[in-house]
């Protein structure tokens, strides 16, 4: 496919982020116009299907991933603010379609187009960043998604390398999970606390007042524990803080006002 002078890009905003965080979205409109991409957001996106797909409900999964096929068909590039829903895409996709030649070319199609946000701005764009400033010290949790399926690790540190005064403290185990797993905290809610206690217990172990992370999911997750248990960290997505939108928007699970 020939690109344009401005890749076209659309913008999978993924049921999480349209549901719970939309300003997760808008910030990756922001950041993709920013390098320099021509940005649309396809009014006929669904889920992706990873719930079915993880439940076995290949079925539903299939119906799901047909109407991604169309929505998406035409663009030069799919870009997802989440690992897991890229995921899906990238990895799992086309072995719904083993049955079906035509549909699984379209979903390998798809899948090689589609990318984790902050990777696609690293390795694609090669985007530095919008030259600002945050005071702070941060954390930084690899979803295990990201991580583990697409190679999502130095891509975001990258970027936040770029913001003058932010300072990176790692934690000690950064790609341990969180406990959210999709379907897994609902299936095995008393594992996936204790590792969500296990995680918050890592972050505060930093000292850094903000965790960060490049996937709702997650984020949801830690921001449920951390507010349960009181404890002082703000729970934000990586590209809030790209765009310079902490000092204007609530962390995830705070009040809005």
Do not use: W
Not at 103 to 108: I, K, M, P, S, V
Not at 198 to 219: F, H, S, Y
Request: with cysteine; hydrophobic share 40%.
């Amino acid at each position: 496919m020939t690109l344009s002078p401005k890749p076209r890009i659309a913008l999978f905003v993924t049921c999480l982020v349209d549901l719970y965080r939309p300003s997760i979205g808008f910030a990756a409109i922001s950041l993709l116009e920013a390098a320099g991409c021509m940005v649309e957001v396809p009014r006929a996106q669904t889920c992706c299907g990873q719930p079915a797909y993880n439940s076995g409900d290949h079925a539903t999964a299939r119906d799901l991933a047909a109407g991604l096929i169309k929505s998406f068909a035409g663009y030069d590039y799919v870009v997802a603010p989440s690992g897991s829903c890229a995921g899906m895409l990238r990895k799992h996709m086309p072995d719904l379609f083993t049955n079906d030649p035509e549909l699984r070319a379209a979903a390998e199609t798809l899948a090689a187009k589609t990318y984790e946000l902050t990777s696609f701005l690293v390795d694609v764009m090669k985007f530095e960043g919008l030259g600002l400033r945050h005071v702070g010290q941060v954390t930084y949790h690899d979803s295990c998604a990201g991580l583990r399926e697409l190679g999502v690790k130095s891509q975001p540190r990258t970027l936040l390398s770029q913001i003058e005064g932010l300072e990176l403290v790692e934690m000690a185990e950064p790609e341990i999970c969180c406990g959210f797993g999709g379907t897994f905290c609902i299936k095995y809610p008393d594992i996936s606390a204790r590792m969500a206690a296990d995680k918050t217990a890592d972050v505060r172990a930093t000292g850094a007042p903000t965790l960060l992370a490049g996937d709702l999911g997650c984020l949801l997750n830690l921001a449920g524990t951390i507010s349960r248990d009181n404890q002082q960290i703000a729970v934000r997505h990586v590209a809030e803080i790209l765009v310079g939108v902490a000092d204007t928007l609530p962390p995830i699970g705070a009040p809005k006002s």
